[in-house]
């Protein structure tokens, strides 16, 4: 690969990130060149042990690990925090940012040829790595994700607006597509896991309950439902579109928070979808204002259209007789 620089000169990109992030965007698109080769490059998908949290890892998610690793080493970067490692590294002593990340999201997708991702989350570096991380995501310096699918995209923010960037393959460089995109609130699309139903709360079934009635039920209108799987290419889908995506928590052991993480997936996605004026929650607490408990804390993630997102906190308010009951008996809400 070429090494010219990942962004052009006039990229709107704060001088103080702008070596991380050109660190970031290298790796992405070395990244990007070796997923579109897939099985040439060898067995991506081949389980290569289980990381921190207890997950699988694939030979993919080690390979990007260690790439961004040390592609940030010679930035002003001071810690590294990553899905795939038990604890924040300290790379430069003397730096002032500190980057979680999720080097590969949606890594169950590898082999079959659909959308994964890289989310990242940029902050002051502080004296030790949990005092760094374990603070609320409304302090992050910057947010974003790359969607490696049939183009390669970037999502940043630095709080304010959400930017959305290409790659072209033609120049090898990321260019600025819209400085400013917001979600569309009038999607009726979700997004859930649906096959742990039995598992969810009574708040969680019953909404989902109301959008499977459909025009018939209190929500009178008929939703579309989508999973794939990959956190980024269903938030990919929601920014281009609108929509609704929900990993509540459920009884399954280990599931008491969900699935997703706090430092590196959900506080990053939370920044884009906010600087794109739509909301994220637990189910009724916005998620840049919680504090995680440690490195690789989960919680419960419901995102997307604001108006969408507020409906779910609804029905966290609603007394335990109108959730128990059956649709048809539940009148408080209309789409
Ligand atoms: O397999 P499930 O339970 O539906 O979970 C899917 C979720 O898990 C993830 O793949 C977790 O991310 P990783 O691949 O980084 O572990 C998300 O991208 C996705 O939203
Ligand atoms: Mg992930
Ligand atoms: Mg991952």
Redesign the pocket.
Known sequence: MTDTQAFPAGAPIPAALRPALEAIGRVARDLAHRIARGPLEGQMHAPVGD?A?G?AQKAL?VIADEAFAEAIRGTDVRWYAS?ERTEPVLLNPEGTLALAI????????IETNVS??T?FSLRAARETGAETFLRPGHEQLAAGYVIYGPQVMLMLSFGATLQHHILDPETNTFILLDPAVTIDGGSTEFAI?A??YRHWSKPIRAYIDDCLAGAEGPRACNFNMR????????THRILMRGGL?L?PSDARPGYEAG???MVY?CAPIALLIEAAQGRATDGTTRILDLIPQSLHARTPFVFGSAGKVDHVTAYHDLPDQEVSALFGNRGLFRA
């Open positions: 990381n949290d997950d998610d899905e999720d080097p590969l999201d949606g890594s169950s997708n994964i991702g989310i896991n096959s742990n999973w794939i799987a990959s956190l980024v290419a269903e995506f990993y699935r997703l993480r997936e």
